[in-house]
């Protein structure tokens, strides 16, 4: 492969065919007249002698060194093509791996099962709210911290084959998240959330009409989609350690604010940009809205204030 690339790029220069890149090792192997071996001369590049005389010497050879001047003048495929056969390679991946499939799938499961025995059938009433808005946020930041730490942990295994690819312009980056985002749509973005909302949905007992439960299973997948594009943006800049270091630098300040912890009438006016930017404070907007719209709340009698109409409510 490397003396494929080799070839295209100095073809011209040496008057060889392009589509016999044999002839280019024989050219420095083997003296034409006699068919005896010989060492390559110094007026032709050293790139091959390179390649072959030592493994160390080969190993330091900085590809990006000849692909920009074997690809320079090429074209990129077009985008199509690059999404098509990006998609097919992530895939094979995936399916020659399916030991994180199983894994991820297990673990899945047992978390959320452990998650709604612990808020089991909750009540709809003072306390059963507070309890429902604690399980909503748990539920949001597993699914968040779970497609995040996954992309941080991915990404750096396959970064030095992407930044030889790119380098070589085999394809631009939107192309390969493309196809890499697609490849995991059906397991890590869709299955494993959707498995783990739903089973934690209904043990926990939130709204048991299909609509709510649907815009539920939308709100979060949502979020974990923004979780893998956060975690691969992050890694891809970055070394790993550096990468675990930064996430919850971001994340602790956007959940902080999420609307949880802190009511957002009283979030600091110079903090309300950082407030919209956070997906957790959408996110846990959306999920209560959906939740407690048309809902009745009881409470004891102990519990009831009383309201601007001087009528007693929860």
Known sequence: EDIIKLVRAYADQYKIQENKPSDYVTLYTTDKATGNQTKPTSSKPNFIKNLISSKREAKHFHMNEYNRAAFS?????????????????????????????YVGLIGT???????????????????????RLGAMFLIM?????????????????????????YGARIYAVATYYFAKSLVDLP????????????ITYWMIGYNHNAGPFFIWLIILVILANIAQGLGISLSAGLDLDQA??????????????????????????????????SPFYWAFQGLVLNEFDGQRITCDDNQRITGPDGQLKC
């Not at 003048?73 to 020659?96: D, G, M």
């Not at 930041?141 to 690819?165: C, K």
């Open 73 to 101: 003048h090429k074209k990129k495929p077009f985008f199509f093509i690059q999404f098509f056969i990006l998609l097919w390679r992530q895939a094979l991946q995936t399916w020659r791996d399916p030991k994180s499939t």
């Open 109 to 131: 499961i047992i978390q959320a099962v452990f998650i709604g025995l612990i808020f089991l059938q909750l009540g709809l009433d003072q306390r059963g709210v507070q309890n």
């Open 141 to 165: 930041m597993s699914v968040f911290f779970t497609n995040a730490q996954g992309a941080l942990s991915s990404f750096p295994l396959e970064r030095p084959l992407f930044l030889r690819e």
């Open 187 to 198: 397991t890590t973005l869709i299955l494993f959330p959707v498995l783990f909302t739903t």
């Open 244 to 277: 675990m270091v930064l996430m919850p630098m971001i994340t602790i300040p956007f959940a902080l604010l999420g609307g949880f912890f802190l009511n957002p009438s009283n979030t600091p006016a110079w903090l309300i940009w950082l407030q919209y930017l």
